[in-house]
């Protein structure tokens, strides 16, 4: 019934609830897709018209409007996807996207330059921005959306971890007087990132680099499917040419 469906989605986004209702929803509703370019324009998120991470120092003091900076994150998204691949992972509810994060090796992320904490470790990719929608905060959607990401990057290969510039709020802050730089803004919280399996690697009062290693982030039967994925890419039967195929024997 759709009311009983309303009221389950306002369990799952609560802090309060049957864990059975809560499991039973989760079965039905949630699923974790790539992100792709139709799936950019439909997160409702405020780093959609954000571009920080995609320009450099020379670009990024430019102001420009919401729309031109939802273009170049839209334009740095289609290059990573051409160059390199799947570059993010979205969670929907009921089909609507409510949450995802976005990654990608820090050669095609020139705003980590602006932290102090920068460089990147070599045998990692960064972790550049996410986002649940509050009305399903508290659900363990980011922990999924974080092991999704996992998986995809194990059955890559090449990489060991994830690192991501995390914002500390020191003590006594008020919100919006945060006195770190202004790109930091758009960096993940410090307490979301250590909860999700990141430690500290490089340590800063405002905006420490963590890292995760992405075996720590998954169970032992995810490892067990990407160690398949990773087979699926590099065990492919040789090509025979044509001239060089044994017929069937005659009858």
Same mark, same amino acid.
């Given at each position: ?6 009221r %389950?989605?306002r ?6 609830? &049957? ?14 897709? +790539?992100? @792709?370019?139709?799936l950019?324009? *439909?997160l409702d998120? /405020?780093?959609? @018209?954000?571009?920080t991470w995609? =320009? ?5 003091a430019r102001a420009?409007?919401? !729309? ?9 998204? &289609?290059?990573?996807?051409? *160059?390199?691949? &799947? ?10 996207a409510v949450?995802? #994060? ?8 020139p705003?980590?330059?602006a932290?102090? @904490? ?8 960064? #972790? ?6 509050p009305?399903?905060?508290?659900g363990g ?8 990401? %996992? +998986?995809?990057?194990?059955g +890559? ?7 991501? $510039? ?13 006195p770190?730089? !202004?790109?930091?803004r758009c960096?993940?919280?410090?307490? $979301?990132?250590?909860?999700?399996? $990141?430690?500290? !690697?490089? /340590?800063?009062?405002?905006t420490p680099r963590?890292r995760m290693?992405?075996? &720590?982030? =998954?169970?032992?039967?995810?490892e067990? *499917?990407?160690?398949? *994925?990773?087979?699926?890419g590099?065990?492919?039967p040789?090509?025979?040419p ?9 009858p």
């Amino acid at each position: 019934m759709p009311g009983s469906r309303a009221r %389950a989605d306002r369990v799952v986004g609560g802090s309060i609830g &049957s864990q059975s209702t809560v499991r039973r929803v989760w079965q039905v509703a949630r699923k974790v897709v +790539r992100l @792709t370019l139709d799936l950019l324009e *439909e997160l409702d998120a /405020p780093c959609r @018209t954000c571009a920080t991470w995609q =320009l450099d120092p020379v670009r990024r003091a430019r102001a420009c409007s919401p !729309q031109e900076a939802a273009d170049e994150r839209a334009a740095w998204v &289609s290059r990573v996807l051409r *160059e390199w691949g &799947s570059c993010g992972r979205v969670v929907l509810v009921d089909g609507r996207a409510v949450g995802h #994060l976005v990654y990608a090796p820090p050669a095609f992320v020139p705003g980590a330059d602006a932290f102090a @904490t920068s460089p990147v470790s070599p045998d990692a990719v960064l #972790l550049v921005s996410g986002y649940v929608d509050p009305v399903h905060a508290g659900g363990g959607l980011g922990r999924v959306l974080v092991q999704a990401m %996992a +998986r995809d990057l194990l059955g +890559r290969g090449g990489y060991r971890a994830v690192e991501a $510039f995390g914002r500390a709020t020191p003590t006594g802050s008020a919100l919006g007087a945060w006195p770190g730089p !202004q790109v930091a803004r758009c960096a993940l919280p410090v307490g $979301f990132l250590g909860g999700v399996g $990141f430690g500290t !690697q490089r /340590p800063h009062p405002l905006t420490p680099r963590m890292r995760m290693d992405l075996r &720590s982030a =998954l169970s032992w039967r995810d490892e067990v *499917e990407a160690a398949i *994925e990773r087979l699926r890419g590099a065990v492919r039967p040789a090509a025979v040419p044509a001239a060089e195929r044994s017929e069937p024997p005659a009858p």
